[in-house]
């Protein structure tokens, strides 16, 4: 990195300096020109008039002006003579020349055809000649090239520079991207030691955040990978253990009736008893299949007349709390509607009435409240130990496995509750203490919250 910049570096001051170097020898060469111009034309008015124009004068005249070129012409522009050429050609064509006899003087830059050197001419107009004074000039190219060994050092100063001034400014500013790196790398929070750096910073600091988030996403997605294996293994332990009191009761009592053994009586009893179990595992995958269908129905929620279902419930349920001679306590408010389905409600009100029900004491209470904000069931029951409230909505399980036979429960009731709350986004909170009785809440505000 170090060496790529000092290269970039060199090779942009390296252009600069070649491009300065030629046009600062082209302005020096057209200031040079400019200034030849004026003094060849104050070097005229040192022209004597009257003399013999020949080429002793023109070489006293060219030493009088410190070796310049004098040519001595006709007002036609024809030779007479020359400090330093012999030829006698014609001289009007030459631009200088040419100007002089149109406008009295002319000025020119150019090689000469008879010296085969570069001049610059002056040529002015007097009353019985043409008075030409030139000098030799340098090419711009050759001025350039007289300056290329001092172009050369001034190279390798600058390379010599750029080398210094790389290490310099690279190890300024590449010190803080090094430490930023670190700190990348390290996962630590990004501090840029220069307000330059605060973009990089914040994107390098935005990327570890993505990253950790990633991390722990994952790593939440293999706990669930996991939990959902266990999951699945205590479902079927636990679906496996339901079924088999029932299915164990009818072999049993039909290996019996098929034995013949039995008195009528005693056969009738083992009937009703394998129709009992078998109504009961019925039940049973029923309720399996419909907790199943929870997850995966996909009926859109509408308006929910929750005030009729709550009083159609109580209304279904009278029988059973007539039977445990329990005392119903209802305040359902009218016109209460929730966005949700009719089965998903029913299930909901139903499943938490039923177990304030089974699990009361005989000739307690029970008591129901329906409101826009909040579904609310109180019971005078048995109680949950606290370190069964944890447990109560997870499947199968049930706080008094006395009643699993006698009144229907499968421990499948509560664990739907949870699942119609979490897919409708309400919370769900339970209250007990063994021995005093139980309340549930079903909050319709507000996200879920529950176990």
């Known amino acids: 990195m170090k060496l790529r910049i000092m290269w970039i570096g060199f090779a942009i001051t390296a252009v600069a300096l070649l491009l300065f170097s030629v046009v600062s020898t082209e302005i020096y060469y057209r200031n040079s020109v400019d200034h030849t111009y004026e003094y060849l034309r104050a070097y005229t008015n040192f022209f004597e008039e009257g003399r013999t124009l020949d080429a002793d004068y023109a070489r006293a005249f060219s030493r009088e002006l410190n070796g310049a070129r004098v040519t001595f012409l006709t007002p036609e522009g024809e030779f007479i003579a020359d400090s330093e ?8 064509d030459r631009p200088e020349v040419r100007d002089a006899i149109e406008s009295g003087e002319g000025y020119a830059v150019r090689a000469s055809s008879t010296l085969d050197d570069s001049f610059i001419y002056y040529c002015r107009r007097y009353d019985t000649c043409l008075v030409r004074i030139s000098v030799r000039a340098s090419s711009m190219w050759g001025i350039y090239l007289t300056s ?46 220069t307000p330059e ?16 988030a990633r991390v722990v996403e994952i790593r939440e997605e293999r706990e669930q990978v996991v939990r959902a294996q266990r999951t699945k293994d205590e479902f079927i332990a636990n679906v496996t253990h339901e079924m088999n009191t029932p299915l164990t009761s009818i072999r049993g009592f039909a290996e019996l009736l098929a034995g013949g053994g039995l008195d009528a009586a005693r056969a009738q009893r083992a009937a009703d008893t394998i129709l009992a179990q078998s109504e009961r595992l019925q039940g049973l995958v029923a309720s399996i299949l419909h907790y199943s269908a929870i997850d995966s129905e996909e009926q859109p929620a509408y308006a929910v007349d929750a005030t009729r279902i709550a009083r159609d419930t109580l209304t279904v349920l ?54 826009a904000e909040e579904f609310n069931v109180s019971d005078t029951g048995i109680g949950i130990a606290k370190e069964d409230l944890d447990r109560i909505f997870d499947r199968f399980f049930t706080v008094d496995k006395s009643h699993n036979g006698k009144n229907g429960g499968f421990g499948l009731g509560l664990s739907v509750v949870r699942k119609i709350c979490k897919k409708q986004n309400w919370s769900l909170s339970v209250e007990s203490k063994l021995g005093s009785g139980t309340t549930f809440r079903v909050g319709f505000a507000g996200p879920y919250v529950g176990p």
């Open 85 to 92: 050429d012999n030829d006698v050609d014609s001289r009007r």
């Open 148 to 193: 290329l060994p001092a172009v050369a050092c001034f190279l390798v100063a600058d390379a010599l520079v750029c080398l210094l001034l790389t290490y310099l400014a690279t190890g300024f500013v590449l010190k803080p991207m090094e430490q930023l790196v670190r700190d990348a790398a390290q996962k630590k929070k990004v501090v840029p030691a």
């Open 197 to 212: 750096l605060e973009p990089i910073a914040k994107i390098i600091n935005r990327m570890n955040e993505d990253a950790e």
């Open 318 to 371: 009278s029988p059973e709390i007539s039977e445990r001679k329990l005392v119903l306590l209802s305040e359902i408010r009218d016109g209460v509607v929730l966005q949700s389905t009719n089965e998903q409600v029913t299930e909901l009100f139903g499943n938490i009435v039923r177990n304030a029900i089974r699990y009361n004491r005989e000739g307690g209470s029970v008591a129901v409240l329906l409101t």
